[in-house]
């Protein structure tokens, strides 16, 4: 108790220290913002480049496909007509320039110039490469010209070039506005990388104050539910069932812890008052005798409500799933309702059972034969003389049902509701033997099958509706029930 008391505090003390100590560039918020921002960053580094592409790209492309154009035209003349048709081919070339953006030279093997628009072959020209930009000054104008080179037959050779002082233009105006956007993109990016650290920092904020809040005992707190209905409010939404959960087992073993020491407290009571007077006033030893016989019974009936316990927990805690097998349960219900139909002629009533055959499950044979032995059990022991009981069984959408009506004095809403907790006994069954677990150890079994027991007012009486899957994907949550039920059918008591 006080390594509890003492753990606490210091729980609180590490997630309060979790909460405020500078850590940001180890949290996972920083994180998520880093990641944010190098997506943006990316993203606008792959659109600047494909403008890059489509407008200062598109213009050099051009280029280079004009005077490949022209270079191969000019090849073409000069096998046609000699050196004197790619003269008279140049002359026409440069005065239908319009533009004033063009440049042919053709020289001979000194590089001499024999025509074009420029007056010498360029010295600074690098001769081993086929393409080079050159400044030149043309009329006194300084240009940028991207020029291609190439070797003429007959020992000739031949340059062409476009200005492109225009796209070196657009290439500095592109430059400096995909800069500016580098720069709004980095703000930009920033500023979303932070609101997303926020966002999730505010999320996750509340979901730890929920958890320290609940591990220091206040198991009201739940997180907060935003309604975007997004990955966040289906996380706050996951956890606040589970706390729910938690909230119900922990009510439920506080109502178990209540109802043992209740129900425990009348038939050990009575055992030691009976084996006390006996030990008293017993005056022979058929007396003695019968007095120790009365006081078994009593102690059998406290170790049959503690092993019925011990089963419901087993169920619950999943000890023989693996026990699961395909089985037909139609044999199994007729052997249930020929055992059944001889106790009901003793006490004059009718047990009519409709059982489709084959009936095809998935699960465990001897716990669905307990399950629905409790059921039969409940029907028989509320049922008036001269009263009817009805057991079905088939197979409806993929599942198995199975329903037990009696015409008894049935049950009153409120106590539907609460009929499976353990220990609990309606205003009907309170002058009735048992111990209240009979339905609980029901919806265990039917949980553990992927199903659940439905209670209803059959007018009058009881209809007990039990539901199972069929195939081992719907037999059950992975972390839920399974248990051993090899005893035999144990009475249940109608909360």
């Known amino acids: 108790m006080s390594d509890v008391a003492h753990a606490e505090p210091v729980i609180g003390q590490a997630a309060t220290r979790r909460l405020t100590a500078p850590r940001l560039l180890k949290s996972a918020g920083f994180r998520f913002g880093v990641i944010y921002a190098a997506l943006f960053g990316i993203s606008a580094a792959a659109l600047a480049a494909f403008l890059w592409w489509s407008t200062a790209g598109l213009l050099e492309r051009q280029t280079v496909a004009a005077i490949d154009t022209d270079s191969d035209a000019m090849v073409t003349v000069f096998l046609a007509g000699g050196v004197g048709g790619v003269r008279e081919a ?16 053709l020289v001979d093997q000194h590089y001499r110039p024999v025509e074009g628009n420029l007056n010498a072959w360029p010295q600074h020209l690098p001769m081993d490469e086929d393409w080079g930009e050159l ?23 031949m340059l062409i070039g476009r200005d492109v002082a225009v796209r070196s233009q657009l290439g500095r105006l592109m430059t400096g506005a995909l800069l500016w956007a580098a720069a709004i993109a980095l703000v930009l990016g920033s500023v979303g990388a932070w609101a997303v650290r926020g966002l999730f920092r505010a999320t996750i904020a509340d979901v730890s104050a929920t958890a320290m809040a609940v591990s220091a005992g206040d198991l ?10 997004d990955e966040f409010d289906l996380l706050a939404e996951t956890i606040n069932d589970m706390l729910d959960r938690i909230t119900r087992l922990m009510d439920g073993v506080s109502q178990v812890s209540n109802a043992i020491a209740h129900d425990l407290r009348t038939p050990i009571t009575r055992a030691r008052a009976r084996l006390e007077d006996a030990a008293t006033h017993a005056g022979t030893a058929e007396v003695l005798k019968a007095a120790i016989e009365r006081g078994i019974a009593d102690l059998d009936g406290i170790v049959g409500i503690f092993q019925a316990l011990l089963r419901i927990s087993e169920i619950e805690a999943g000890a023989r799933r693996s026990a699961f097998a395909p089985i037909d349960l139609g044999p199994v219900l007729s052997d249930l309702v020929e055992l059944y139909d001889a106790v009901a002629e003793e006490r004059g009533l009718r047990l009519v059972a409709d059982i489709a055959t084959p009936l095809p499950a998935f699960g465990d044979r001897d716990m669905i034969q307990q399950a629905v032995a409790n059921l039969l059990d409940n029907a028989l022991k509320f049922s008036p003389d001269g009263g009817e009981i009805h057991l079905s069984a088939h197979e409806s959408a993929g599942r198995l049902v199975i329903r037990v009506t009696d015409q008894g004095p049935g049950m009153p809403e409120e106590d539907m509701k609460r009929a499976t907790e353990r220990f609990f006994r309606g205003e009907t069954a309170r002058n009735t033997p048992g111990s209240g677990l009979g339905l609980s150890l029901v919806q265990a079994v039917a949980q553990l099958h992927g199903g659940d027991i439905e209670l209803s007012d059959a007018h009058p009486g009881l209809d007990a509706l039990l539901t199972l899957g069929l195939r081992p994907a719907s037999a059950a949550r992975p972390a839920l029930l399974a248990a051993a039920l090899r005893a035999k059918p144990q009475p ?4």
């Open 90 to 105: 140049i002359r026409d070339r440069v005065t239908g320039n319009i533009d004033d953006d063009a440049v042919y030279l």
């Open 135 to 157: 400044k030149l000054d043309r009329a006194g104008v300084p240009a940028l010209m991207q020029v291609h080179y190439f070797d003429m037959p007959g020992d000739y050779h």
């Open 220 to 229: 009201s707190r739940r997180v907060t539910v935003a309604g975007a209905d």
């Open 492 to 495: 249940a008591s109608r909360s």
